[in-house]
């Protein structure tokens, strides 16, 4: 196989469709290196960047996977032949083993194991498992796809929240909700399994060559439904409203079982089941489940996350900062940004979770409190962009030593954020440009907030630590030098972000189980170990394979 890469091709060629991109690259590669259609076996996409460097030369960057009739004999003099004329260090012979889902083997296990919640990390541990033949069962305390899409269509609606179903629990976790962005900053090689088991699932094609992938909130639960499906056809069981409620424990601190709470047609039932083995990815909202592990003596620490607001610009204004002439064109679509700023203080800010075209979500999970989260569609065609704005919450900033004191913070701060938005879930709002100077805010400028239980206009400051709000005020000016117009005066703040990461962490030992706790599996962005869809998911297969690894000794 051979790769080609920095493959630069003109915005004017281009039509934004897939079928267009494919053929213009190919036809590019003919030409430069001599070639026929007849000699190309197969041809790939691998990866596709937009470099705007250059507001006036914006274009698009592709690398490419070419295989040749003839094989690796044929290949080998191509690149002789290249290496006559001329040297092209673009051009390299690949030769890779790509990650597969281990074989089935018989397990050790006595009891089938337990993976708790339904979001990346879980999905994937259950599948690892199941595909390996160890029969998981997963259960989620939220419901399926479509229940659940409708819960949340009730809250925004009405306001009545199903704290057990919600923008952050269900089928799919939080990620579900929050436009299905594939980036990651980590690096590993199940990266590219975890982006092809999306596709058979449903995802688009695109994300396994675009460099910023993202599948969008519309599409994301037919894929997650499918990849339950799945599971559930190599052997697992996923149950859903079903609530981990209790840890057992044996006399030797290990596991021995635990206790649930399953709904149906809105009859609870309890239940005991044993296991030895269970893997705990339940999200970083499940805070009663921190709270259990707390009492159960379970090893935690406090871990460092951040808080802010969610802000919002008009998406016309993005594009232009972003692409200069291009903007709007076809083949670039809605514009993304990623900002950071390093303050004299010692402290920084910086976007999270950003959505091109996107809206603001209402994402609370508990009776009496706000927070904020954004989601695009797949085609990011939304009047707004969004993103976090947010600064980190240090161990150090908490009292005492309480392990849960994160936990407290947060919701401290979501019940401000209730009280000062009136009630019914509304959220406060307020202008950049009120907010930089310290002064509330009485209506919307030519941004309009998309939170959907509505907003009320005064001033988030209240709802967020003092040092939060310094940091955000400090650096919100030293962004818009970076990237054009993001401190306009009237983008919307609207409070608060608090669920962007666990403020707690489950420890865990190298073999990944809890260091005080053998057979509980502490897993995914809940237990501290991930930052987002790719590097949960990659950790639940990480940890299936540790446990799989358990039951072949």
């Known amino acids: 196989m051979i790769e080609i890469s920095n493959i630069a091709i003109p915005l004017g060629t281009l039509d934004g469709t897939v079928e267009s991109e494919k053929h213009i690259v190919e036809q590019h590669v003919l030409k430069k290196y001599h070639l026929t259609k007849a000699q190309i076996a197969s041809f790939e996409l691998r990866r596709r960047s937009i470099d705007a460097r250059k507001k006036s030369d914006v274009h698009l960057m592709f690398t490419v996977r070419i295989a040749l009739v003839g094989g690796k004999e ?41 993976v708790v919640g339904a979001g990346c990390a879980g999905l994937f541990c259950a599948l690892t498992l199941a595909e390996a033949g160890l029969s998981p069962l997963l259960i989620e305390r939220g419901d399926d796809a479509e229940r659940r899409t409708t819960r949340v ?65 519309d599409i994301l639960p037919h894929v997650v439904t499918n990849i339950v499906h799945r599971i559930e056809e190599a052997g697992g069981e996923v149950r859903f409203r079903c609530r981990l409620d209790d840890i057992y424990l044996a006399q030797d601190g290990s596991i021995s079982g635990i206790h649930v709470t399953q709904e149906h047609e809105g009859i609870e039932r309890g239940e005991d089941i044993a296991a030895h083995e269970v893997v705990l990815a339940c999200g970083h909202s499940a805070r009663d489940v921190f709270e259990l592990l707390h009492k159960k003596q379970v090893t935690l620490e406090r871990k460092t996350f951040a808080m802010g607001a969610r802000i919002e610009h008009l998406q016309t204004q993005i594009d232009k900062a972003q692409y200069g002439p291009a903007a709007g064109h076809l083949a670039l679509g809605a514009a993304p940004y990623k900002l950071v700023s390093h303050l004299p203080s010692g402290r ?33 065609a939304g009047t707004n962009a969004n993103a976090g704005i947010l600064a980190n919450v240090f161990p150090e900033d908490l009292p005492g030593d309480d392990p849960l004191a994160g936990l407290s913070l947060q919701r401290s701060c979501e019940r401000k954020a209730f009280e000062l938005g009136g009630g019914a879930y509304q959220a406060p709002a307020q202008l950049v440009g009120d907010f930089l100077k310290g002064q509330p805010s009485s209506a919307a400028g030519t941004v309009q907030p998309t939170y959907p239980r509505g907003v009320t206009w005064s001033t988030i400051e209240p709802a967020l630590p003092p040092y939060i709000a310094e940091t955000l005020r400090a650096a919100i000016p030293q962004m818009g030098k970076h990237l ?25 030992e190298k073999d990944g189980q809890s260091v005080s706790t053998r057979g509980l599996w502490p897993c995914g962005e809940g237990a501290g170990y991930a930052g987002g869809i790719m590097s949960a998911a990659a950790d639940g297969i990480s940890c299936a394979e540790h446990l799989i690894r358990e039951t072949r000794e």
């Open 153 to 217: 269509s009730r809250f925004n609606e009405t306001g009545l929240l199903d704290t057990e179903s919600n923008i952050q629990f269900g089928l799919g976790g939080a990620g579900t909700f929050s436009d299905g962005k594939l980036q990651t900053g980590t690096k590993s090689p199940l990266h590219r399994l975890i982006l092809e088991t999306f596709v058979e699932a449903g995802a688009p094609e695109r994300i396994l060559w675009d460099a910023k992938p993202h599948v969008g909130s």
């Open 74 to 114: 044929k290949e080998r003099a191509f690149l002789r032949r290249l290496a006559h004329h001329r040297q092209d260090r673009n051009v390299r012979t690949v030769d890779e083993v790509p990650p597969r889902f281990p074989q089935r083997h018989t397990s050790t296990l006595d009891e089938r194991p337990i």
């Open 484 to 508: 054009k117009g993001f401190d306009v005066a009237d983008a919307v703040l609207t409070g608060v972000e608090t669920r962007s990461s666990s403020p707690v962490r489950v420890v865990r």
């Open 348 to 380: 920084s800010a910086f976007s999270f979770c950003m959505c091109p075209g996107g809206y603001v979500v209402a994402a609370a999970s508990e009776e009496g409190g706000v927070c904020t989260n954004g989601m695009s569609l797949s085609d990011r």
